[in-house]
């Protein structure tokens, strides 16, 4: 194919373009097959997304009309159409007995697209916790409920769904929280919700409503509870734990009116609360009118026993119960619930109705058929199988590699808290060791509220001791026993070079 006609003298910039050009001469062909009478407008839109996407650069030749279109196939009165109508709308330029070149008046889109999500590109082992096991997806049984909800689903069904979430799904997660978690579940006050991310700032935005101005969070506690309630216009407190949960002097002396907690295993110490914090809370929560958000982030998986129930269930008009199938099946799926008291619901739908207008229809529909039809709990039996067996995994490889650590919080969750002999630190040391040899770590340091963010004082997490949040659930046994012994060989390397 040539680049120019003959009646096209040319220009200075012709040789330059026309390379490119000829490359780009491919995109236009499916336009030319398309039918009869969408060919112009096929051939214009090509046209104009081969100059959008810098496969026509500024300042390339186009050929001459009649040329093009013998080429193409097309009557040329086509293609001098195209080059009119891209030269009226600043893509082309053109001068009599000059020819038609791009422009410079469009700048290219980029051609890269960053992922943000939250991984540690490159690593070779990344210990840091909250991420499952992804490979244990039931992509079958998942893919079967689609089929099977796509064929039962009535075309209404397709539309703008109810906020709170389909009633088949509420009804389904209010049978599945009362019977493993001793959650007090109404389905009418059930609402699903992009995971308990979502939960925290929908609870956020109607506190906010309410007047409050500060929540208190667990010190040391997930950081993200800050941040999420932080972008409803809410300041956090870290209030300090103790062996038995959240300390409730502390709490009331804040003067907060509003908490969270993880109380069936929490975060990320591993702590049960106890029954008689438990009913302090509860207490406290009474006198004050107070709310306390339970984040029931991975309640179902504990090891040594039955897991410890909801503190949701011994008074539902106090507790905003949260939760998701982020850990039992895949975060991706964004699918989660909350279940308010009833003085809150109409407040938090309301929310959600402005915020999304609602979670996607088929994905509920998928797993209401899941949670209903048995494979939700054969899912939870099979992850607790393989988990326990890798947290085993790392208590064994901590103890060849680093005898002496003193681990804590393994009867329940996906992580453990692994306080590392003084020898192997400091702690600083041993993290910039593991970066240098690609180990991707938490320390425990990075849990704690800051200081002008911390009621009292904390629990003594900034002591100068090692103390590393591992998660083992996303990792294969083998997996856990290598990277527990790269992460040793790294750090006698640095001790070798101190010596």
Same mark, same amino acid.
């Given at each position: 194919?040539?680049?120019?006609?003959?009646?096209?003298? =040319?220009?200075?910039?012709?040789?330059?373009?026309?390379?490119?050009?000829?490359?780009?001469?491919?995109?236009?062909?499916?336009?030319?097959?398309?039918?009869?009478?969408?060919?112009?407008?096929?051939?214009?839109?090509?046209?104009?997304?081969?100059?959008?996407?810098?496969?026509?650069?500024?300042?390339?030749?186009?050929?001459?009309?009649?040329?093009?279109?013998?080429?193409?196939?097309?009557?040329? @009165?086509?293609?001098?159409?195209?080059?009119?109508?891209?030269?009226?709308?600043?893509?082309?330029?053109?001068?009599?007995?000059? @020819?038609?070149?791009?422009?410079?008046?469009?700048? /290219?889109?980029?051609?890269?697209?960053?992922?943000?999500?939250?991984? &540690?590109?490159?690593?070779? !082992?990344?210990?840091? /916790?909250?991420?499952?096991?992804?490979?244990?997806?039931?992509?079958?049984?998942?893919?079967?409920?689609?089929?099977?909800?796509?064929?039962?689903?009535?075309?209404?069904?397709?539309?703008?769904?109810?906020?709170?979430?389909?009633?088949?799904?509420?009804? &389904?997660?209010?049978?599945?929280?009362?019977?493993?978690?001793?959650?007090?579940?109404?389905?009418?006050?059930?609402? !699903?919700?992009?995971?308990?991310?979502?939960?925290?700032?929908?609870?956020?935005?109607?506190?906010?409503?309410?007047?409050?101005?500060?929540?208190?969070?667990?010190?040391?506690?997930?950081?993200?509870?800050?941040?999420?309630?932080?972008?409803?216009?809410?300041?956090?407190?870290?209030?300090?734990?103790?062996?038995?949960?959240? #300390?409730?002097?502390?709490?009331?002396?804040?003067?907060?009116?509003?908490?969270?907690?993880?109380?069936?295993?929490?975060?990320?110490?591993?702590?049960?609360?106890?029954?008689?914090?438990?009913?302090?809370?509860?207490?406290?929560?009474?006198?004050?009118?107070?709310?306390?958000?339970?984040?029931?982030?991975?309640?179902?998986?504990?090891?040594?026993?039955?897991?410890?129930? #909801?503190?949701?269930?011994?008074?539902?008009?106090?507790?905003?119960?949260?939760?998701?199938?982020?850990?039992?099946?895949?975060?991706?799926?964004?699918?989660?619930?909350?279940?308010?008291?009833?003085?809150?619901?109409?407040?938090? !739908?309301?929310?959600?109705?402005?915020?999304?207008?609602?979670?996607?229809?088929?994905?509920?529909?998928?797993?209401?058929?899941? !949670?209903?039809?048995?494979?939700?709990?054969?899912?939870?039996?099979?992850?607790?199988?393989?988990?326990?067996?890798?947290?085993?995994?790392?208590?064994?490889?901590?103890?060849?590699?680093? =005898?002496?650590?003193?681990?804590?919080?393994?009867? &329940?969750?996906?992580?453990?808290?692994?306080?590392? =002999?003084?020898?192997?630190?400091?702690?600083?040391?041993?993290?910039?060791?593991?970066?240098?040899?690609?180990?991707?770590?938490?320390?425990?340091?990075?849990?704690?509220?800051?200081?002008?963010?911390?009621?009292?004082?904390?629990?003594?997490?900034?002591?100068?001791?090692?103390?590393?949040?591992?998660?083992?659930?996303?990792?294969?046994?083998?997996?856990?026993?290598?990277?527990?012994?790269?992460?040793?060989?790294?750090?006698?390397?640095?001790?070798?070079?101190?010596?």
């Amino acid at each position: 194919m040539t680049s120019s006609g003959t009646n096209h003298a =040319p220009g200075p910039a012709s040789m330059e373009g026309e390379s490119s050009a000829s490359a780009a001469w491919e995109l236009l062909l499916p336009a030319a097959s398309a039918p009869a009478r969408g060919r112009g407008r096929a051939l214009q839109s090509a046209l104009r997304e081969a100059v959008r996407s810098g496969r026509l650069a500024a300042g390339t030749r186009l050929p001459a009309s009649r040329e093009l279109a013998a080429d193409l196939g097309v009557s040329r @009165g086509l293609v001098t159409e195209a080059y009119e109508q891209l030269t009226a709308e600043s893509y082309l330029r053109s001068g009599r007995g000059a @020819g038609t070149w791009v422009s410079g008046t469009v700048r /290219p889109a980029a051609r890269t697209v960053r992922d943000l999500s939250p991984r &540690a590109p490159g690593a070779r !082992v990344d210990f840091r /916790p909250g991420t499952p096991d992804l490979a244990l997806f039931p992509r079958s049984a998942w893919a079967a409920a689609h089929r099977t909800v796509l064929d039962r689903l009535p075309h209404s069904a397709l539309g703008y769904p109810d906020p709170r979430g389909l009633p088949e799904l509420r009804v &389904a997660l209010a049978s599945l929280l009362a019977r493993r978690r001793g959650v007090v579940a109404d389905p009418e006050r059930v609402v !699903v919700c992009s995971g308990v991310a979502q939960a925290t700032t929908l609870l956020g935005f109607v506190l906010r409503g309410r007047g409050a101005t500060t929540v208190g969070t667990e010190d040391p506690g997930s950081p993200e509870h800050a941040s999420l309630f932080a972008s409803t216009g809410l300041t956090t407190i870290g209030l300090p734990l103790d062996d038995e949960g959240l #300390a409730v002097g502390p709490l009331v002396r804040s003067g907060v009116r509003a908490v969270v907690t993880t109380p069936a295993h929490q975060f990320p110490t591993g702590i049960a609360y106890s029954a008689d914090r438990r009913a302090a809370l509860l207490d406290w929560a009474r006198a004050t009118s107070g709310v306390i958000m339970e984040d029931d982030y991975d309640g179902d998986f504990r090891y040594d026993r039955a897991p410890v129930g #909801a503190l949701q269930g011994l008074d539902p008009e106090h507790v905003v119960y949260t939760g998701s199938v982020s850990k039992s099946l895949a975060p991706g799926l964004r699918l989660g619930w909350l279940i308010a008291p009833a003085s809150m619901t109409d407040e938090i !739908v309301a929310r959600k109705r402005t915020m999304d207008l609602g979670n996607p229809s088929v994905d509920q529909a998928v797993l209401a058929d899941f !949670v209903a039809g048995g494979a939700y709990d054969r899912q939870l039996r099979r992850c607790q199988r393989a988990y326990r067996e890798r947290r085993d995994a790392m208590t064994e490889a901590l103890a060849t590699h680093f =005898p002496g650590t003193e681990v804590s919080g393994i009867s &329940a969750g996906l992580h453990i808290i692994a306080r590392l =002999p003084e020898r192997f630190g400091p702690q600083d040391e041993l993290l910039r060791r593991a970066a240098a040899a690609d180990i991707a770590l938490r320390p425990l340091s990075d849990c704690a509220a800051t200081g002008a963010d911390r009621a009292d004082s904390g629990d003594g997490t900034d002591d100068g001791s090692v103390r590393l949040v591992l998660g083992y659930a996303h990792l294969a046994p083998t997996a856990v026993e290598a990277g527990v012994r790269l992460l040793a060989e790294a750090v006698r390397r640095g001790r070798a070079g101190r010596a």
